[in-house]
């Protein structure tokens, strides 16, 4: 038996004093109950720390005195998120009668402590969830939830598995479903036409250019885009023998356009494009349609959507990162602040910070050639207006060599 691990304390602590580890602040309701212990036990096998408030002596106390203790309980919740470094948000349809969940995320928010949380069926879609808990990532499957807590536990997920990780799936599932290439497809067409306009545009453009930056973002807009328009690339990876031969070919196309950049550029009318230039750290700045990097090489590609976009799932397969696991793991780049994860990911999502077409002329045509490919997955007709006529004819041409 795992002794529960609890970094609840009788005293405010000054958070430098508290041990340099994961602390995790488990919100949830009352009826929620079972499915909060069945989440700390998940904790507990793994050796991450965390507030649950069955385990506070000051929260029961509190509880039991009702309206008399409210004072008390409000200070037992704030102790406890102060001495928290995360806080996982447990919700279901239940959830939308508590007053202390929304408290307990909007203290953690305003402490700038980060918020994921775990969805349960009864809540149908992201669209049944507040729009302040939408910023979070939303796990929905026991599987999500034990990689984002194996993190915590510096990548410790071994321990978890059998009667533990069953005890989330009388809850949850425990997988996320497989997408469809389709989905992929749709989303990643939708994606691109938002590239296409100038709301967007200004939305993505760069807030300093003095200085280099791997990762120039604040996340949102981008990582949602950099979601859709890469999820279809890695699926590729991991899809083998599970789609079509047909959709096979078109995906294998529409990973390999990104390292068609250079060719793409030299196509008529050629573009002039030199990202290897001296000091191009700076000359990107300068002069972004010639010296900023709109492309990758097929190793650069794999590693990082290997990286990024490909996990392993419970039963040891790979599987395609969903949307919040991604989510989650932008912010925490950002969060850390490590120069390795910034470059890494940063390369990959280069060509988005600051896009225009204007600026980014050679990823553009990237984008024209996955998008012909995407509209054929879909046994449809790319429509005009996204791209000019020449680089449509141009994204036809390539897309039938493939």
């Known amino acids: 038996m795992v002794e529960p691990f609890n970094v609840y ?4 602590v000054p958070a430098g004093e508290l041990p340099a580890l994961p602390r995790v602040f488990v919100s949830h309701r009352n ?3 079972p499915l909060a212990e069945a989440v700390t036990a998940v904790l507990d096998r793994l050796g991450v720390h965390y507030w649950f408030d069955r385990d506070d002596v000051d929260s029961q106390a509190a509880a039991a005195l009702g309206m008399v203790g409210d004072q008390q309980l409000v200070h037992a919740i704030e102790r406890g998120v102060r001495h928290c470094t995360h806080l996982l948000g447990l919700l279901s349809a239940a959830t939308a009668g508590s007053w202390w969940v929304p408290y307990e995320i909007g203290f953690s928010r305003s402490a700038r402590i980060p918020v994921s949380y775990l969805v349960l069926p009864s809540i149908r879609s992201m669209a049944g969830l507040p729009e302040y808990v939408r910023l979070g990532a939303n796990f929905w ?18 321990g978890v598995d ?6 989330l799936t009388g809850f949850v599932p425990r997988l996320p479903p ?11 067409v939708a994606a691109i036409g938002l590239l296409a306009t100038p709301a967007v545009q200004a939305t993505l453009a760069l807030t300093r250019t003095d200085r280099f930056q791997w990762l120039p973002s604040a996340g949102g807009l981008v990582r949602d885009l950099a979601y859709d328009l890469l999820a279809p690339p890695a699926f590729h990876d991991v899809a083998a023998g599970t789609i079509s031969a047909r959709e096979e070919a078109l995906l294998r196309s529409v990973a390999a356009a990104p390292t068609w950049h250079r060719v793409l550029a030299q196509a008529a009318p050629a573009l002039s494009y030199a990202p290897d230039v001296e000091g191009w750290r700076y000359e990107r700045y300068r002069n972004p349609p010639v010296h900023w990097l709109q492309g990758l090489t097929p190793g650069q590609l794999q590693e990082r959507l290997h990286r990024f976009f490909v996990v392993d799932d419970l039963d040891g397969r790979s599987r395609l990162a969903t949307r919040e696991e991604f989510k989650e793991e932008f912010d925490r780049v950002l ?3 490590v120069t390795g994860d910034e470059r890494s990911l940063g390369v990959l999502l280069n060509p988005l910070f600051g896009f225009t077409p204007a600026d980014r002329p050679v990823y553009w045509r990237v984008l024209a050639v ?3 490919l995407y509209h054929r997955i879909l046994g449809t007709t790319a429509p005009p207006g996204v791209f000019d006529e020449p680089t449509s004819a ?6 039938d060599r493939g």
């Open 31 to 33: 009826l929620d109950k």
């Open 370 to 372: 996955q998008y012909e």
């Open 141 to 158: 499957s026991a599987d999500e939830l034990v990689r984002w807590a194996g993190g915590l536990a510096e990548g410790r997920r071994g």
């Open 9 to 12: 304390s009788p005293v405010d």
């Open 162 to 167: 059998g009667a533990v990780a069953d005890g």
């Open 335 to 337: 969060r850390d602040g």
């Open 394 to 399: 141009l994204a036809r041409r390539v897309a």
């Open 178 to 188: 497989a997408p469809a290439v389709a989905e992929l497809a749709a989303r990643a």
